[in-house]
């Protein structure tokens, strides 16, 4: 709905300068931002903590496992490959741990929960939305990291705005058409992220889209490093094996359209990958994968978990992620996915005993 907002503008300024104004911004979202619920539960004295999701565990588990972590990184010996100028091993230390610090802040993860606030959007509605993304990041060539700005965009912009199911699908491109002009060398125009979406936007509503979604996120777009640069640390060791690397793409992409893998950071995404990974094509977890992801197996296998109970769902074969990933050009990784964990996985409720003290 509409909602009229008074304008407020100093004497000797000139509102047509202005980037944006807060009437574009509800124009956009189409729903009016909800704080009533967060001054309730603030005042409600009845309300408990949240019981603990993985990635998070209680205290002794995690003390053990940054034991474990410490002990293998003090002893392992790191061979580094001077000719090995994909990994720029002059500088790969301090570029992760960058990376590391970047992560730690709250401005690039989105809010897990976010679609308690949200009125007319679920979850199995953004797994629609970024499953399209997928498809429309492959039709047009696109670079890996555009796709995981752009669906770090979406995700953030939700966890801020309430928004109308109607543009639901604007703030997807809107999303893409940002992280393209960031990423790409040659970015799509905007003409074509209106035929991407079959003319249901025009032009103008994805530029006044633009505007929204950046003032929203304060202009901060370039601090998410996707979980691919990760992976290509801890393939360091296995050699660069050629099919955990494409199995593990495939299923960081899975995560990709899983709610839950929201609460976890880029660097855990690419250690469950991997791990799933190594589980499927029958490798262990040894001292150099620990080394260069800093995750021990115990801490990953939840997240092992749930990509096997995503892989399992009822059409899942008819997601596009599978689809791409079926093709002999990614050695077929989504259907051998798919039948290992079809023979191979059983719930065995693990994954809740580990989140327990």
């Known amino acids: 709905m509409d909602i009229e907002v008074p304008q407020i503008v100093e004497p000797d300024a000139d509102p047509d ?54 002990k293998i990184q003090e002893s392992f010996e790191d061979e580094v490959d001077i000719y090995d100028t994909t990994m720029v091993s002059e500088y790969a230390d301090d570029i992760f741990q960058y990376m590391s610090e970047l992560e730690a802040s709250d401005d690039i993860m989105p809010n897990p929960d976010y679609m308690d606030a949200q009125a007319e959007v679920t979850w199995s509605m953004r797994q629609t939305l970024v499953d399209w993304l997928l498809q429309v990041h492959l039709r047009w060539h696109m670079l890996p990291e555009t796709l995981w ?21 604007l703030v997807g491109v809107t999303a893409m058409f940002v992280a393209a002009k960031y990423e790409e060398i040659v970015a799509p125009s905007v003409d074509e992220f209106v035929y991407m979406t079959e003319n249901g936007y025009t032009k103008e509503e994805i530029l006044k889209g633009e505007r929204v979604v950046l003032q929203t996120l304060d202009f901060k777009v370039s601090q998410y490093c996707s979980p691919y640069s990760w992976m290509r640390r801890i393939s360091k060791a296995d050699n660069y094996d050629i099919q955990t690397r494409t199995l593990g793409k495939f299923i960081a992409e899975v995560a990709l359209l899983d709610h839950r893998f929201l609460r976890c950071k880029p660097s855990l995404i690419s250690a469950v990958a991997m791990y799933s990974a190594r589980r499927m094509l029958g490798g262990d977890w040894n001292d150099a994968f620990v080394f260069y992801s800093g995750f021990v197996a115990e801490h990953l296998e939840p997240g092992h978990q749930w990509i096997c109970e995503k892989l399992l769902e009822e059409n899942s074969t008819q997601l596009y992620v599978c689809q791409k990933y079926a093709h002999k050009k990614f050695l077929k990784a989504s259907l051998f996915a798919i039948d290992w964990a079809k023979n191979n996985w059983r719930s065995t409720g693990q994954d809740h005993l580990m989140l327990k003290k």
Do not use: G
């Open 17 to 70: 300068l202005s980037i944006i104004n807060e009437r574009e911004v509800e124009n956009m979202v189409d729903v009016q931002e909800i704080e009533v619920e967060v001054a309730e539960n603030a005042e409600n004295p009845t309300v408990t903590n949240a019981p603990r999701v993985w990635p998070d565990v209680d205290t002794d588990r995690a003390t053990r496992h940054h034991k474990e972590v410490t």
């Open 149 to 169: 700005i752009a669906i770090n965009i979406v995700d953030r912009f939700l966890s801020r705005r309430p928004v109308a199911l109607v543009k639901l699908q």
